[in-house]
T-cell receptor, first 115, second 114 residues
């Protein structure tokens, strides 16, 4: 079946602008995660959804970052007043999360560049 | 929270040799340990995982071992091939509280020399 998809694949924006990044998880996966990966580093957790609600948003770096998942499927990560330090690859992952199935499958990521 | 350390950061092996990557974790409540392979510019791909009730798991040329007492786990790749060249990440997942995210190590750049 189709894997996790993310759009856009690349996004270049000016400092101070607002951006939205979209994630379409694997069909039927109830859990959705956002991670951020900087060059040469492992992915770092941002936020986790179980269904429509944000079960854990402890990884969001500040209040400029926000994410939604209104219907329990597609999620959007929103970044306000972007800063150059926000430049990274934003990865989305989904997981079945029932019956002890913990495997997380990643999307291809959105490479965000803030100029 | 959980902390995962991974080493070495780079590893070069001759084709056909074995490669071993090691990780340690800090929180004894972690119960799931996946390994991901990431090629340049691509998404992380799950290659093998192990749960805390198992000491070893093998899938063809790849194996993972877990020592819960010492809180460390390792990836073993045998008969390495040039296509195994990539960055490998270990990760750990807590079993308690609301945290369900993965905490990743910093990665190992594996190069298999032909």
């Amino acid at each position: 079946g189709a894997g996790v998809s993310q759009t856009p694949s690349n996004k270049v924006t000016e400092k101070g602008k607002y951006v939205e990044l979209r994630c379409d998880p694997i069909s039927g996966h109830t859990a959705l995660y956002w991670y951020r990966q900087s060059l040469g580093q492992g992915p770092e957790f941002l936020i986790y959804f179980q269904g429509t609600g944000a079960a854990d948003d402890s990884g969001l770096p500040n209040d400029r970052f926000f994410a939604v998942r209104p219907e329990g499927s597609v999620s959007t990560l929103k970044i306000q007043r972007t800063e150059r330090g926000d430049s990274a690859v934003y990865l989305c992952a989904s997981s079945l999360h029932v019956g002890g199935r913990y495997e997380q499958y990643f999307g291809p990521g959105t490479r965000l560049t803030v100029t | 929270g959980e902390n995962v350390e991974q080493h070495p950061s780079t590893l070069s092996v001759q084709e056909g040799d074995s490669a071993v990557i090691k990780c340690t974790y800090s929180d004894s409540a972690s119960n799931y340990f996946p390994w991901y392979k990431q090629e340049l510019g691509k998404r992380p791909q799950l290659i093998i995982d192990i749960r805390s009730n198992v000491g070893e798991k093998k899938d063809q040329r790849i194996a993972v071992t877990l020592n819960k007492t010492a809180k460390h786990f390792s990836l073993h790749i045998t008969e390495t091939q040039p296509e195994d060249s990539a960055v490998y990440f270990c990760a750990a997942r807590l079993s308690s509280g609301s945290a369900r995210q993965l905490t990743f190590g910093s990665g190992t750049q594996l190069t298999v020399l032909p």
